[in-house]
Nanobody, 126 residues
Framework: QVELVESGGGLVQAGGSLRLSCAASGRTSSADAMGWFRQAPGKERQFVAA???????RYTDSVKGRFTISEDTAKNTVLLQMNSLKPEDTAVYYC????????????????????WGQGTQVTVSS
């Protein structure tokens, strides 16, 4: 079992930055990948970024060049640095962990992740 707790959300003006943290506890060694997803009101949960073995990463197109996923292994924490935020980035952001390795294109799929945090709200005002 892996427990995930997100923090760092808040209200920011367009163009600003936020850094989200995901603290992992439990059997973190069993996780092959960590991901960030987001869900806006009335919309499906969508992929934002993922990081897996070999320090490989993947981002959804709309955040490339603005968001960076990284890991602090000493603290068992996954970070999402978000710069140049836009109103359309407003959503609840969720951290997720996947037990099994997979093909690179599968890391964007919600169904491939086994553990989820409770989410943290990010609101970007125009």
């Amino acid at each position: 079992q892996v427990e995930l707790v997100e923090s760092g959300g808040g209200l920011v003006q367009a163009g600003g930055s936020l850094r989200l943290s995901c603290a992992a506890s439990g059997r973190t060694s069993s996780a092959d990948a960590m991901g960030w997803f987001r869900q806006a009101p009335g919309k499906e949960r969508q992929f934002v970024a993922a990081r897996w073995s070999g320090n490989r990463t993947r981002y959804t197109d709309s955040v490339k060049g603005r968001f960076t996923i990284s890991e602090d292994t000493a603290k068992n924490t996954v970070l999402l640095q978000m710069n140049s935020l836009k109103p359309e980035d407003t959503a609840v952001y969720y951290c997720a962990a996947a037990r099994s390795s997979m093909s690179w294109w599968e890391y964007s799929r919600v169904s491939k992740y086994d553990y989820w945090g409770q989410g943290t709200q990010v609101t970007v005002s125009s």
